[in-house]
C-alpha cells in the first residue's frame, strides 16, 4: 500500500475520532448541567424543607447530583483533550498527506515525462528506420528504373536491328492506274514520272523496283498481284467511301466496292505491307485495308493531282533513304504541302496502322550492307 493511501487512512481516523470525542464532550457536559439543574432544585427543597430529615435527604441528593456533575465535567475535560490531540494529529496526517501526494504527483510527472521522451525516442528512431528504409526502397527503385531503362533500350536497339533485318532486300511497288472516259480524265503518268524521279533521287534507289499498270480492270487485279507480288499496292485513280473506280472493255467506269476489295486483300497479301489509294475520299479504303496488312494511305477529302504527285514522289524517295514508315508518310505530308500555294484547296492523306503496329518502327527497305 502507498504512503498517499496509508496517510489518506490515517486522515481518516482521526477524523472520525475527533467527531467521536466531540460527542462523548457535548453529552458529558449536557450530563453535567443536567445534574448541575437537579442538584439546584434538591438544594431548594432543602431549603423549603419542614423539617431536619426531609431537608438533609435533600441535601444528600443534592451532593450526589453534584458529584455527577463533577464525573460529567471530568469526562468532557478528558474527550474535549482527546479531541484537540485528534485535531493536532490530524493537522499532521493532512501535512503528511499533501507532502505524499506532492511527492506521488512529481513522480508521476516524472514518469510522464520520461515516458513522453521515450515515446519521442522510439518516435524518432520509428522515423529514421522508416526514412532509411524509403531510402534502400528509393534507390532500389533506382536501381530498378536503370535496369529497365537499360533492358529497355537493349531491346529498342534489338528491335530496330530486327526491323531493318526483316526489311527485305528489294521491294517492288505496284503502282495501278485506272482513269475511266467517262470520268474527269486524270495525268496519271506526271504521277508516275514524279515517283520514278523521286526514286532515282533516293539513296537506296536499287532497292526500290517499280511496276506500272496503266487502264486496269477488275479482271486484272488478281492476276498482277500473283504476277509482281508487290510489297506496296499504289492505287491512282478516281474513287469515293464506297468504291474505287476501275474500267470495262469499253474503257468506262466499273466500281471495286468496298466488300469486293475486303475479299480482293484477304485473297492476295501475302507480301503487301502497304496499300497507297491516291484517290478522292479513300479513307474508308485505307481502315478496312489495315485489317488485312499493317498500313495503308488514304485521303479523308478529294485532293487535286498536283497535290497528289508531290505527295507520292516524296513518299517513296524517303521509303528510298531507309526511313520508317512513320518517317515517310510525315515527309511526304510536309513536302505537299510546302508545295502548296496557299495550303487550301485540298485534302490531305491519312496514314492508318493495323492494330498493334507501331509504323515509327517498320522499316520497308533494308539499306544494303557494307
Not at 92 to 108: F, I, P, W, Y
Not at 143 to 154: C, G, Y
Not at 180 to 191: G, H, K, N
Amino acid at each position: 500500500m502507498s504512503s498517499v493511501s496509508l496517510y489518506e487512512q490515517e486522515v481518516s481516523r482521526q477524523r472520525k475520532k475527533i467527531q467521536s470525542e466531540a460527542k462523548t464532550e457535548a453529552d458529558a457536559s449536557r450530563k453535567a448541567a443536567d445534574a448541575d439543574k437537579r442538584a439546584a432544585e434538591h438544594e431548594k427543597d432543602a431549603s423549603r424543607a419542614s423539617s431536619p430529615s426531609s431537608s438533609g435527604s435533600a441535601l444528600r441528593k443534592a451532593q450526589g447530583k453534584r458529584d455527577e456533575a463533577n464525573k460529567a465535567r471530568v469526562k468532557a475535560a478528558k474527550a474535549a483533550g482527546a479531541k484537540a490531540k485528534a485535531e493536532g494529529d490530524l493537522h499532521t496526517a493532512q501535512r503528511k498527506l499533501d507532502d505524499a501526494r506532492a511527492k506521488e504527483s512529481k513522480k508521476q510527472l516524472d514518469r510522464n515525462e520520461r515516458d513522453r521522451e521515450s515515446a519521442e525516442r522510439r518516435s524518432s528512431a520509428e522515423r529514421l528506420r522508416s526514412e532509411r528504409e524509403q531510402q534502400r526502397r528509393e534507390a532500389g527503385r533506382d536501381q530498378e528504373i536503370a535496369r529497365l531503362r537499360s533492358r529497355t533500350s537493349e531491346t529498342e536497339t534489338r528491335l530496330h536491328e530486327h526491323l531493318q533485318a526483316e526489311a527485305p532486300e528489294t521491294i517492288t511497288v505496284l503502282f495501278v492506274a485506272a482513269s475511266p472516259e467517262d470520268q474527269e480524265p486524270l495525268r496519271l503518268d506526271r504521277e508516275v514520272r514524279e515517283i520514278l524521279r523521286r526514286v532515282r533521287e533516293s539513296e537506296y534507289r536499287e532497292s526500290v523496283k517499280f511496276e506500272w499498270r496503266p487502264a486496269t480492270q477488275l479482271l486484272d487485279l488478281i492476276q498482277m498481284l500473283n504476277e509482281v507480288s508487290p510489297h506496296i499496292v499504289h492505287f491512282s485513280g478516281h474513287g469515293s467511301q464506297e468504291a474505287l473506280a476501275f474500267e470495262n472493255d469499253a474503257g468506262r467506269t466499273t466500281p471495286l466496292e468496298n466488300d469486293q476489295l475486303a475479299l480482293l486483300l484477304h485473297a492476295t497479301v501475302d507480301r503487301i505491307r502497304l496499300v497507297v489509294f491516291n484517290s478522292c475520299d479513300s479513307a474508308a479504303q485505307a481502315e478496312l485495308a489495315c485489317q488485312h496488312l499493317d498500313a495503308a494511305i488514304g485521303m479523308d477529302e478529294p485532293i487535286d493531282d498536283e497535290a497528289a504527285k508531290v505527295f507520292a514522289g516524296q513518299l517513296y524517295n524517303a521509303i528510298g533513304f531507309g526511313k520508317s514508315l512513320e518517317q515517310a508518310f510525315q515527309q511526304a505530308l510536309v513536302q505537299m504541302r510546302l508545295a502548296s500555294d496557299d495550303g487550301a484547296g485540298s485534302g490531305e492523306p491519312r496514314l492508318h496502322a493495323a492494330p498493334g503496329i507501331d509504323l515509327s518502327e517498320v522499316y520497308l527497305v533494308k539499306p544494303p550492307e557494307g
